[in-house]
């Protein structure tokens, strides 16, 4: 693991992945959650219910969560849904306030299904199955937050390197994390200690950080969907995963001297780098005990990913006279580095229930649980271990809860729902969970459908820029708090055939 990773550990303790938007940093800490938490996506119908979809039947969206439900299909169907979406990333940073807004579009379901049903005179309890495909966005990472102080702090990244460096010995030529040894921010060797440039750095420095996130992942799913005498429903499917992830972080501070004149202004940015595939298989079962009921149950086996990870940095340094005056500037660039590893996420128990009002519509729920924890990580590259006990320390098991409702009159739908995506850390000190509030409207026709959603999703993270341990073992490094407020649109155009 290199010194750049380390740095970035003490916001990977803090920082939860909420959102479909994330806090991104690059240690595998980080990349566990990145690709493990779970939220639940689909078509406009299923988002506009808060998401609650496991005991439903009869939806696109059981293509990739509960496939039991596609034992309900009596037509085939195709259907599209493009979806817009602003987050707006509000960082406090020493009491400071900076809002950074991101919009998006994408198109994050496109699925068929084609329907095979017995007709009713046909004898036997198999009444027909369903067969789906689907191509839908599981996760996106399109997201900007960051700070501009005017506050001095009180270390810098510059005391994080020195101790990194009188523990662990200096990283070899290229490496990133020796960035500020090639310019000289930080001088000195093993035997007699390392300091900082003492004609350059003077107090504690001003600091800025800026964090992009892009990408996402896309699962494609093959599923099926059995009905047995219109009571019991069983699916399956299989999910391959595709991972694009990229970060660009740019961190940098401005030193002033005793006479409050700008001696030095250095910045550090790193890009980061993920592709890779992976690939999971879920199992689902409905069951109507009576009419007016459905109870689901669905396993999401662990999702086995193999990811290719670069990483790469340069620092730019500028250097003043005692007038304020631009001297130099010095600049260096780190080799890219690379890795590869196996990531298995935590498995997936979910349960739900619907009730159905007669004609009118319905109210469902759902439930999941799952451990973060389990969580594992393997690569011919580098330990791992440290990287799984982390795992083990800093993640826990939560639940998440669905309710939604539908109200039907003639050929028009009304929906609303709620979502609470519980916090996937061990760290009860701050709340990493996730709440959505939903709605949605919708007309069926007798050869298409169209549904509306409209989503809002709040949750609040931690950002440790680095970490400094004190002596009573306390991360002293400085902390943001980024409270996520995402607003989104969609659109799910269906035709039946």
Known sequence: MTFLKKLLIGGAVVSAFSL???????????????????RSTGSARINALGGAQMSLGGDISNIHSNAAGLGFFRRSEFSITPSFAVNNAQTNFLGQLQDDRTPNFSLPNLSLVIAKPKGELQPGSFRGGTFGVSFNRIADFNNQFG????IRNQNSLLDFYINQYTAFGEPPIGASDGL?????????????????????????PFADETIITEGGITQTSFSYGANFENKLFVGGGLGIHSVNFFQNRVYGEEFLDGNNVRSLIYSIEDN????????????????KPIETVNLGLNFKSPTWYRLNKEV???????????????????????????NTTTLSTPLLLSAGGTFFVGKSGFITADIDYVDYSQNRINSRDFDTSFDNRDFTTFLGSTFNYRVGGEYRFDIWRMRAGYAYYGDPTTDTSFDRSMQ????????????MYIDFALINSKSDNLYNSYAIINSANQNVGPFSEIRNNMTQGMVTVGFNF
Do not use: C, M
Not at 20 to 38: E, P, Y
């Open 312 to 338: 790469d940095a340069n620092i730019i340094g500028e250097f003043f006279n005692e007038n304020g005056q631009l001297t130099f500037t010095e600049r260096e660039f780190s080799n890219v580095e690379i």
């Open 147 to 150: 700070y501009f102080s005017d």
């Open 436 to 447: 959505r509030i939903t709605g949605g409207v919708g007309v069926r026709l007798s050869r």
């Open 180 to 204: 500020v040894l090639d310019i000289e921010l930080v001088q000195g060797n093993p035997g007699t200690g390392y300091f900082k440039d003492p004609e350059y750095v003077f107090g504690q």
């Open 272 to 287: 980061t780098r993920i592709n890779g595939f992976g690939a999971s298989i879920n199992l689902g079962v409905i069951y």
């Open 20 to 38: 479909n938007h994330v806090n991104a940093q690059t240690s595998f800490l980080d990349d566990a959650q990145l690709f493990s938490q779970f």
